[in-house]
């Protein structure tokens, strides 16, 4: 049975080889592919495993596995052609989550009218805070205060529905101070810790890094 999640990269720009660099050194397993054997030598010194291929082929899709890959990252904003390419042909392969870079609104429409499951814009967010967000499975997002200390949004666990924050206990059981607890667009800082949390609610939290990979 796989424990370990597997990930593609594909274009190995600097926001591709930032996504790569942190997944790896997070020990997940990353297949690297870009169309230029210079980007894939310089690449090769840090990521295992490295390929130099056309990932708009489906053929070559079908050679690297990638059909058995659980998250692909298509990091080719530049061109759109062969990212609308990469990203139907892993879909028809079954890949479960494709994100890929966009360089525009428009772009963003039509990566996800051909199958994307996430679209980002490189000026929103960086390689490592995409990496981070795929690592922290439950996290809804990451923003990295220090080497240690990270503020993050996580969804309210379906075990934690209906408890509140006396009964849950998160900082001695977690090491998780709670911040603020977030429903739609409403974003509260004065917390009851006597109120029951709703299924629907995200709350912010503040948190050691150790103590997130934990949970």
């Not at 593609?8 to 930032?18: D, E, S």
């Not at 490295?50 to 708009?56: E, I, L, S, Y």
Request: charge should be neutral; include cysteine.
């Amino acid at each position: 049975m796989k424990t370990k999640k597997t990930y593609a990269v594909f274009g190995l720009g600097r926001y591709g080889i930032a996504v790569a660099k942190e997944l790896v050194e997070n020990g997940m397993e990353v297949i690297a592919v870009d169309t230029e054997q210079r980007k894939v030598n310089d690449a090769a010194a840090y990521l295992p495993v490295c390929k130099c291929a056309d990932v708009g082929d489906a053929e070559v899709i079908s050679r690297l596995g990638i059909g058995n890959v659980d998250t692909v990252i298509v990091c080719m904003a530049s061109n759109l052609e062969a990212s609308v390419m990469a990203v139907m042909l892993c879909k028809e392969a079954g890949v479960k989550t494709v994100i890929a870079k966009c360089a525009n609104e428009m772009h963003r429409k039509i990566l996800q009218s051909v199958g994307a499951d996430q679209v980002v814009f490189p000026e929103k967010e960086s390689g490592i805070r995409l990496a981070k967000n795929l690592l922290s499975s439950g996290f809804v997002d990451i923003i990295t205060l220090s080497d240690d200390v990270s503020l993050v949004e996580i969804d309210v666990k379906s075990e934690w529905a209906g408890k509140n924050l006396i009964e849950l206990n998160l900082r001695k059981k977690y090491g998780l101070n709670v911040v603020a607890v977030k429903k739609g667009d409403e974003v509260s800082v004065s917390i009851n810790p006597e109120q029951r949390l709703d299924a629907k609610a995200t709350l912010i939290v503040i948190a050691n890094t150790v103590n997130l990979r934990k949970l």
